[in-house]
């Protein structure tokens, strides 16, 4: 069962022997391919063979690569995540614009949810005003329910002064914890035989990952979770590894304790029931 998260830093080799991953660095490291879930290359003084690109695409294994300034950049991803690959996409170009709209408002409607939970739990008055907005949101959340919670939830979280765009460690950290949800959504997405460019909401021409955007939004709040209870005051490799395991925390979906890796797992799985069987009461949501 392929669970680790595996961080390369620093000047290292990767190269593939005998259904392992080999680092080389002061000393030699072997992580067995079954147990790997992502590989995230924190540096840029890392080599890799094609060897060991190939062995991990064809075990389904996400690869992502970091920039200079160690931020996630890029990612490979598999040509062929399910057998049936063609039918999927044939199905999803299928999905009617009004299912879309049915499954994009409950996402919406959890991801409120979750973000009025964390609030309650960190003893935050304003989860008040975030289950107002819940009882107001509409098909397709044609009011922008989500946009006004999301500023009431960070002020709330993060001090009046926050703002989502502004260059802080804060913001680094939410956004580099994104990235590595992110990640674990477009893989799900891949192995399903589905597109990650074609959404339900999001549809910018420029994001290559519009339906993981979409999918992603109620499992923002882990991130957001985890960036207020570091207490950020600047964003080093120590907050860099607090986030990377975030796929490593256990949730409760579908009555089973799960890590979020497995969770986003069965979660895709039912969303993609969802929108098929256009019943959205088959969607299973984690459980804070």
């Given at each position: 069962m392929s669970w680790r998260t595996v961080v390369v830093t620093g000047s290292a080799k990767l190269d593939y022997q005998l259904g392992y991953l080999v680092v080389r660095k002061e000393k030699i490291t072997k992580v067995h391919l079954n147990e790997i879930?992502?590989?995230?290359?924190?540096?840029?003084?890392?080599?890799?063979?094609?060897?060991?690109?190939?062995?991990?695409?064809?075990?389904?294994?996400?690869?992502?690569?970091?920039?200079?300034k160690r931020n996630p950049c890029g990612e490979i991803l598999p040509y062929y995540g399910s057998h049936d690959t063609s039918a999927k996409?044939?199905?999803?170009?299928?999905?009617?614009?009004?299912?879309?709209?049915k499954v994009w408002t409950a996402i919406v409607n959890e991801k409120i949810k979750k973000q009025c939970e964390l609030l309650q739990k960190c003893g935050?008055?304003?989860?008040?005003?975030?289950?107002?907005?819940?009882e107001e949101l509409q098909y397709g959340d044609?009011?922008?329910?989500?946009?006004?919670?999301a500023k009431v939830y960070f002020n709330a979280l993060f001090g009046k002064d926050f703002c989502r765009t502004s260059d802080t460690p804060t913001n680094a950290a939410l956004n580099?914890?994104?990235?590595?949800?992110?990640?674990?959504?477009?893989?799900?997405?891949?192995?399903?035989?589905y597109l990650t460019q074609v959404g339900m909401f999001h549809d910018n021409m420029f994001n290559p990952f519009n339906l993981a955007s979409?999918?992603?939004?109620?499992?923002?709040?882990?991130?957001?979770?985890?960036?207020?209870?570091?207490?950020?005051?600047?964003?080093?490799?120590?907050?860099?590894?607090?986030?990377v395991n975030l796929?490593?925390?256990?949730?409760?979906?579908?009555?089973?304790?799960?890590?979020?890796s497995n969770a986003v797992k069965i979660y895709c799985k039912s969303v993609f029931d969802a929108l098929n069987e256009r019943d959205i009461s088959l969607i299973k949501y984690y459980e804070l």
């Open positions: 879930g992502v590989l995230l290359i924190d540096s840029t003084a890392v080599s890799i063979t094609t060897a060991l690109i190939n062995e991990l695409l064809k075990q389904k294994i996400k690869i992502i690569f970091c920039n200079e996409i044939r199905a999803q170009m299928a999905w009617s614009e009004s299912d879309k709209k935050k008055k304003e989860h008040l005003l975030l289950e107002q907005y819940i044609e009011s922008n329910r989500e946009g006004h919670a580099y914890g994104y990235a590595i949800v992110l990640s674990g959504f477009t893989k799900e997405i891949c192995a399903n035989g979409d999918m992603m939004e109620p499992y923002r709040i882990l991130v957001d979770q985890a960036v207020y209870n570091l207490h950020i005051q600047q964003f080093g490799t120590e907050e860099k590894m607090a986030l796929l490593n925390f256990t949730v409760v979906i579908a009555g089973r304790s799960e890590y979020v």
